[in-house]
């Protein structure tokens, strides 16, 4: 069955460290691959996506994601976190043939401390 | 802000109840999208609408609907409420029908509680 696995239920930070988010997926097919950040009170928002192409993807807010296909994996990395990264983040994917049914993870809690 | 409303944002209802959500998508968007998320079942695509035909459909009751009318913004009603379907319910837009490469633009939400 086609999944989307987030390992990490909760994740705390400091200010100022780095982080790395990890998203494993299921597929037949390399799917497309996004994340997306909730913050509280929010709806989602895209931080970047993968379709094809080259393997590290820069996003918005500092973001990057690096795709590994022979891991199945397209973990998120920030260098340095800010308070305000403070989130739940989300990786999701859609099958080719899904007409962009988003399947989403079950999202990593980020906490940032000072 | 993403440019995609939803009304209410809150909902409280009772169990047996109907109720509609509604969602203007961005200017210019055709795809509406709804997605229902809660506590046990995590994120879960509901259902597509391009330009007011139905597209695709995940894991959505039968007593659920929706439609998209000529003006392109959708209502999601749901009927004979459950305690289980209090939920947040996300609505979403995207330019085209080719959801794959299309962003898809999310609205803030309509939390519903049924109790």
């Known amino acids: 069955a086609q999944s989307v696995t987030q390992p990490d239920i909760h994740i705390t930070v400091s200010e100022g460290a780095s982080l790395e988010l990890r998203c494993n997926y299921s597929y037949g097919a390399t799917p497309y691959l996004f994340w997306y950040v909730q913050s509280p009170g929010q709806g989602l928002q895209l931080l970047l996506k993968?379709?094809?192409?080259?393997?590290l993807v820069q996003g918005i807010k500092g973001f990057e994601a690096e795709f590994k296909r022979s891991q199945s994996s397209f973990n998120l990395r920030k260098p340095s976190v800010h308070w305000s990264d403070a989130a739940e983040y989300f990786c999701a994917v859609v099958g080719t043939d899904s007409w962009g049914k988003l399947q989403f993870g079950a999202g990593t809690q980020v906490v940032v401390t000072p | 802000d993403s440019g995609v409303t939803q009304t209410p944002k809150h909902l409280i209802t009772a169990t047996g109840q109907r109720v509609t959500l509604r969602c203007s998508p961005r200017s210019g968007d055709l795809s509406v999208y709804w997605y229902q998320q809660s506590l046990d079942q995590g994120l879960q695509f509901l259902i597509q609408y391009y330009n007011g035909e139905e597209r695709a459909k995940g894991n959505i009751l039968e007593r659920f609907s929706a439609q998209q009318f000529p003006d392109l913004h959708s209502e999601l009603n749901l009927s004979s409420l459950e305690l289980g379907d209090s939920a947040l319910y996300f609505c979403a837009s995207s330019v085209g029908i080719a959801g794959v490469t299309d962003t898809q633009y999310f609205g803030p939400g309509t939390r519903l509680t049924v109790l």
């Open positions: 993968y379709f094809s192409g080259d393997t």
